[in-house]
């Protein structure tokens, strides 16, 4: 619909009736030049009538009408558009070491490697956080930022699904993962900064030791809660039966722990499936995801019409009053 945004200046309108209405000047009483022949001037004797032409009145005070109208600033406004207010700057950090090419986790009654069940229980708390600015750091013997925080879960969802064993080097550098992460989320409105570090190995590589960005996240008020993928035993067909086997030696659950304390997170250890599927439920209630919205209506100008017609009419009157005033002008048209 079109509204106003100053309909006050409407009140201007009816000022050219008032000077209509305002008495004449009186003459001045003081010396003047006679021209005898004033009258017997090409073009003036029109002007000198007192006549004006019911179109020239009309687009005069159609000029004045436009004008007004541009100045109260007519604009166009759209439908109600819902603006979803961040909950959570949630930031998720997925370990792709070499280890977690183990195929030692069930999904769909088959055993799959550790990286493609985080995949598929992310991806599903992914698409729960609509609310929430969602950002992906991928990590193995370097981090790095694969998707800053954003509201599209969709293009982060996508870029953890097609994330690879290596890709990020074959061995385990917590301590940069979380210190990248403190990085983008601390300049993050306060208490909503998280992080969720998922690895399941000991870190063994990179510039920062993991308890040292622990107590930088801790510094900059970012909640860490750390995924422990894999440390529990699972069933292995052989030709004897169904054998249970420990999965990774090195599974350091003591440093994550310490990591979730410091900076008031918790540590869950996830041996399975379901078990990954419970942390992300309990990280929902955890961290709920707020349901605040903003509404705004798209405004778009149109004073620029109006004030476009007053101009054009404007240059009509003008080029009319040449025509009459300049001799020969009339003419030569």
Not at 223 to 230: F, K, M
Not at 250 to 276: H, N, S, V, W
Not at 313 to 330: C, E, K, N, Q, W
């Amino acid at each position: 619909m079109i509204s106003l945004a100053w309909p006050w200046v409407l009140a201007a309108l009816p000022l050219p009736l008032l000077a209509a209405l305002l008495p004449p000047a009186r003459p001045s009483g003081g010396a003047a030049l006679r021209l005898p022949f004033y009258a017997e001037l090409p073009g003036v004797a029109a002007v000198t009538t007192g006549r004006r032409s019911r179109w020239r009145v009309a687009a005069a005070l159609l000029t004045w009408l436009l004008l007004v109208l541009a100045a109260a600033r007519p604009e166009w406004v759209g439908a109600p558009v819902h603006l979803p207010m961040a909950g959570r700057d949630l930031m998720l950090a997925v370990d792709l070491s070499g280890s977690m090419d183990q195929a030692d986790y069930e999904l769909d009654n088959r055993m799959v490697s550790r990286l493609a069940v985080v995949k598929a229980v992310a991806a599903k708390f992914i698409e729960r956080r609509t609310q929430d600015r969602l950002g992906l750091i991928l990590f193995g013997s370097n981090a790095y930022v694969q998707t800053p925080l954003t509201f599209d879960g969709h293009t982060v969802a996508a870029m953890l699904r097609d994330s690879v064993v290596g890709l990020a080097g074959q061995e385990t550098a917590i301590g940069d993962a979380i210190g990248l992460a403190v990085k983008h989320l601390r300049e993050q409105p306060a208490d909503n900064r998280v992080l969720i570090l998922l690895t399941d190995g000991a870190s063994n590589t990179g510039a920062l030791a993991p308890l040292a960005a622990a107590e930088l996240a801790k510094q900059a008020g970012v909640r860490i809660y750390t995924i422990g993928i894999g440390g529990g035993e699972v069933g292995i067909n052989t030709p004897f039966g169904v054998r249970l086997m420990r999965q990774g030696d090195d599974y350091d659950p003591e440093t994550l722990k310490r990591i979730a304390e410091l900076t008031g997170g918790r540590f869950f250890a996830a041996t399975g499936r379901k078990e990954l599927e419970a942390v992300y439920r309990e990280l929902d209630r955890l961290e709920p995801s707020r349901r605040d919205e903003r509404t705004y209506r798209p405004r778009e100008s149109l004073f620029v019409w109006p004030a476009a017609g007053a101009l054009v009419l404007s240059v009509l009157m003008a080029l009319s009053l040449v025509r009459r005033r300049v001799p020969g002008v009339r003419d030569a048209a």
